[in-house]
């Protein structure tokens, strides 16, 4: 094994040390597409603020990162918050630092009737032996991030981790000499090395074998029953895999010189389209791949589909490869059904309602002024605009464009009383007026919770009035151009105010919500559906501008939402994804987090099913068609939802009875008219358009 990591050692070196000197913003990618219109948006401003509830991000990231927008929902996000000791999930391995030593492990999974959890075991963790006066007092520091990995720094262990996500092994530089030591929370069985010093297997009482390779000869030393030290002081790179089942011994030992020190995502010219690209030493690279990954992959990659390890996302197959493509089915991104509404006779009942809800529209000001409810009662007007553009009701639409424009202006030109967006810099983004001093205001929205659902909705709302009043839409463009790119930005030299996609995960393939909060769990996202309409907003917005790039982004990412929101939030017993124990209970999951599956939601208990089905398929609009595609899924949700609306509120009996009104469509018609009452963001005439749709 030293053969092989030797010759490369050196080499990584120089790089570590010169990719230490290029700015972050150099180091990701750039979107290669610039945006067809001519008349691209200046980048517009909001007013600075001052936050008093956010984290200091200088305690963890480098002083040339802090020059940069920083990510505030990303895979790594507990590394740079608190003490940056609440472990992350990485693929198939949960890390966590504590002082100078991070600990691995490789988690078991608890299932119940009402959640799945990963626990985390200190399986292995790694440390330096050497007696610094200030060694337990120093941790960690974020040297480098991109779409796929992060690379950690322990400056007083002389440790550098490159934690590449879905990476079978954990791979670290001593970049100088160093003694070691590696410990675990059991006990090692036996322990053994090869002729050549470069290669041990370490078993553990808890029936895991875990293989460590180095660059060069390492002498190990079995120094008391849960921990090995090295004889010497070591330089060099070692590498640290679980071995999942003594047939794939040789799968490892094959690919154990081949490995990344980062990651990134490329959005193809082709449309749809997503490429990974690795920096990596010279060889065949091994990774993994979640069943998502293995639905989507294209290119011409060799797929071990016997090399396995267990995730809360399903089994993790060896992928060899030195580039994936991803490839999503296409996503029509229309203004109105995708199924017309084509009976006349329908067009009457939907008009009828229209006129009613158009008319307590214009008479109600909106009340609930907080960021979220705000823009999502601004999304139910715009609502009312399409449906009638679509059923040939225009007349009405003069008086929601005008309650739009008095509704969204003061928010994009600062005079919003009470609230309204600011810019924050520590962290790089959009906060409230109310978020910059309570991160309770605004759903968290100040503290980066929940942006892509708020201001998803505002992009709607936006995108309608664009394209009915083209020319307020080019009076207010820069505005809107600033409040997508808080969560859609791709680091082009426009938005370098904002980080790269606040939300979206580019490995996992969907978004996530919690902002800079610590959660033991990692991150999460409950309401997949509002994700969707992010994205699919997005694109709207694209389509109202002209702007085909936008459009093709907010297209590709709406697919993938929709593919992995399919994939992990739509429960499928027999599927092998979740435990029947937990599948024979669930049709549709509360919350997914990154280490734990949750059948309750923020505000409601795992019983209350009609809020879990209602929070995963509002607000519905055009896309829901895609969202919900599997029909015979949607009747075993709706069976399984029925019996808890008895007693249920209105509002969320409406979604319940919207999805049976895609195989049930009569009897969904007449509970729908009977409804008293409707989600603030919803409508008697969303529903109705939504069942004369049906077909």
């Known amino acids: 094994m030293a053969s092989k990591l030797n010759t490369v050692t050196l080499i990584l070196f120089t ?42 991000p200088s305690q963890f990231f480098t002083s040339d990162l802090l020059s940069t927008p920083l990510p505030t929902n990303s895979f790594f996000q507990n590394f740079v918050l608190g003490n940056g000791d609440n472990p992350e999930y990485f693929h198939p391995y949960q890390i966590k630092s504590s002082g100078s030593s991070l600990s691995l492990s490789y988690p ?88 050549a010093r470069d290669k041990y297997t370490l078993k553990l009482n808890n029936d895991q074998t875990w293989l460590l390779y180095s660059s060069s000869a390492i002498d190990f030393t079995n120094s008391d029953p849960s921990s090995i030290s090295t004889s010497d002081q070591f330089y060099g790179i070692i590498r640290i895999a679980l071995l999942p089942g003594s047939e794939n011994e040789s799968v490892l030992d094959h690919f154990c010189a081949c490995y990344p020190m980062s990651g990134e995502a490329v959005f193809k010219e082709e449309p749809f389209s997503l490429e990974y690209r690795w920096k990596k030493t010279n060889g065949d690279l091994l990774m993994l791949a979640h069943p998502l990954h293995i639905k989507l992959l294209q290119n011409n990659v060799t797929v071990l589909e016997k090399f396995k390890y267990g995730s809360i996302d399903g089994d993790l197959v060896g992928v060899v490869g030195n580039s994936w493509v991803l490839k999503t089915p296409a996503l029509p991104v229309t203004w109105h059904s995708i199924k017309v509404v084509k009976d006349k006779a329908s067009h009457t009942e939907i008009i009828s309602a229209l006129s009613r809800d158009v008319e307590a529209l214009i008479s109600t000001p909106i009340s609930n002024t907080d960021s979220y409810s705000y823009g999502k009662l601004t999304a139910k007007a715009a609502r009312l605009a399409l449906i009638a553009e679509e059923v040939d009701f225009v007349h009405v639409i003069p008086a929601i464009t005008k309650f739009l424009k008095d509704a969204i202006e003061p928010w994009l030109d600062g005079t919003f009383n009470g609230d309204g967006f600011l810019y924050e810099g520590s962290w790089g983004g959009l906060v409230t007026q109310n978020g910059a001093l309570d991160k309770g205001a605004d759903y968290g929205f100040g503290v980066y919770n929940d942006h892509h659902y708020h201001i998803g909705y505002f992009l709607y709302s936006i995108s309608v009035l664009t394209k009915m009043d083209p020319a307020w839409g080019m009076k207010y463009r820069d505005q809107a151009y600033a409040l997508a790119a808080d969560f859609m930005n791709l680091n082009s030299t426009l938005d370098a105010k904002y980080t790269r996609l606040r939300n979206f995960d580019l490995y996992s393939l969907h978004s996530w919500a919690g902002g800079v909060t610590e959660f033991g769990d990692g991150r999460n996202q409950e309401s997949s559906s509002e994700a969707v309409n992010a994205y699919y907003s997005a694109a709207l917005m694209g389509l109202a501008y002209k702007d085909d790039n936008l459009t093709a982004i907010g297209s590709l990412l709406a697919a993938l939402e929709i593919q992995a929101t399919q994939t992990w939030w739509h429960v499928h017993q027999g599927d092998n994804m979740y435990e029947d124990v937990f599948a024979s209970e669930n049709k549709i999951t509360g919350i997914v987090w990154s280490n734990k599956r949750d059948a309750g939601l923020w505000f409601a208990a795992p019983e209350s099913r009609e809020c879990r089905l209602g929070i995963q398929v509002l607000p519905i609009s055009p896309i829901t068609e895609a969202l919900f595609s599997n029909v015979s899924y949607v009747r075993e949700l709706v069976s399984w939802t029925m019996p808890a609306l008895e007693g249920a509120s209105e509002a969320w009996k409406g979604f319940a009875y919207a999805l049976e009104g895609m195989y049930n469509k009569e009897e969904a018609l007449e509970k729908i008219r009977n409804l008293k009452g409707f989600d603030d963001g919803n409508s008697l005439t969303n529903l109705l358009w939504w069942i004369h749709s049906r077909g």
Request: hydrophobic residues 35%.
């Open 15 to 56: 790089i570590i040390t010169f990719s230490s000197l290029i700015p972050q913003t150099q180091a990701r990618l750039l979107l290669s597409r610039p945006a067809p219109n001519p008349e691209t948006p200046t980048r517009f401003a909001f007013p600075e603020s001052q936050s008093t509830v956010l984290p200091d």
């Open 108 to 195: 078991n999974r608890i299932p119940t009737t009402t959640s799945i959890l990963q626990n985390f075991t200190a399986d292995l963790t790694i440390s330096a032996t050497q007696d610094y006066a200030d060694y337990q007092q120093q941790g960690h520091g974020v040297s480098s991030f991109n779409d796929l990995s992060v690379t950690l720094d322990f400056p007083s262990s002389n440790l550098r981790f490159f934690l590449v996500r879905g990476s079978p092994y954990l791979t670290f530089f001593v970049n100088n000499p160093t003694a070691l030591s590696i410990s675990t929370g059991h006990a090692i069985s036996s322990f053994s090395s090869n002729a």
